[in-house]
């Protein structure tokens, strides 16, 4: 991932490569923003599951169903994993690497280049503010959704200390509120080994 800059002007300036990391933590963002009834009766049937199973846990079915509604609960993105472990092993065959973007963002909407700088390097429409449907925000990414089939990621570290003059413009110009999903037990566990790992050794 590359990070771009951000102008003085009140503009944002970014330009976003993809990694596999990030493709997948925009298909769970996607996910999350779009298909809430889907989420919410995956969690209450999950639930119901576990429960009928630890009434009946002296049971091996008691115990099947316990692990089933685990199952359930802990596997709510495993389409999304799926869809895009094809797309990146697609990207990969062809050679020509994970996609670009640069996002220029101005008073009236955000100007797209796609692969800014390489020989295909073209000009999209641009997006209006107000075609925006959803915005989502975890710790590395803000999200713009434009429909519920794909959107764009902005790299916080490419915003610098810009971040939250970032949040409120948007929020600002598409009369939206930032959806912040609050990181899983497992995935503060990961962020922090992750941290630790990257911190000098010291005796």
Wanted: with cysteine; proline share 4%; net charge positive.
């Amino acid at each position: 991932m590359s990070g771009g800059r951000t102008e003085s002007t009140g503009k944002f300036d970014v330009t976003m490569t993809h990694t596999e990391e990030s493709l997948l933590a925009l298909s769970h963002m996607q996910y999350d923003l779009f298909c809430t009834r889907n989420f919410i009766v995956r969690n209450v049937l999950s639930i119901t599951v576990i429960v009928i199973g630890a009434m009946y846990i002296a049971k091996f079915w008691g115990i099947a169903l316990i692990a089933y509604g685990g199952y359930l609960m802990t596997s709510a993105y495993s389409s999304s994993n799926h869809t895009v472990k094809k797309l990146v092993a697609a990207i990969e065959a062809s050679g020509k690497g994970y996609p670009s973007s640069r996002y220029l963002f101005t008073e009236k909407g955000i100007e797209i280049t796609f692969h800014p700088g390489k020989e295909d390097e073209e000009k999209l429409l641009p997006v209006g503010y107000s075609d925006i449907l959803k915005l989502g925000e975890n710790a590395d990414y803000c999200y713009l959704f434009p429909s519920a089939n794909g959107g764009y990621c902005v790299p916080k570290k490419a915003l610098g200390e810009r971040q939250q003059e970032f949040v409120r413009f948007i929020e600002g110009k598409t009369g939206k509120k930032f959806y912040r999903r609050r990181p899983s037990p497992l995935q503060r566990i990961r962020d922090w080994l992750r941290e630790r790992n990257s911190e000098p050794y010291h005796l």
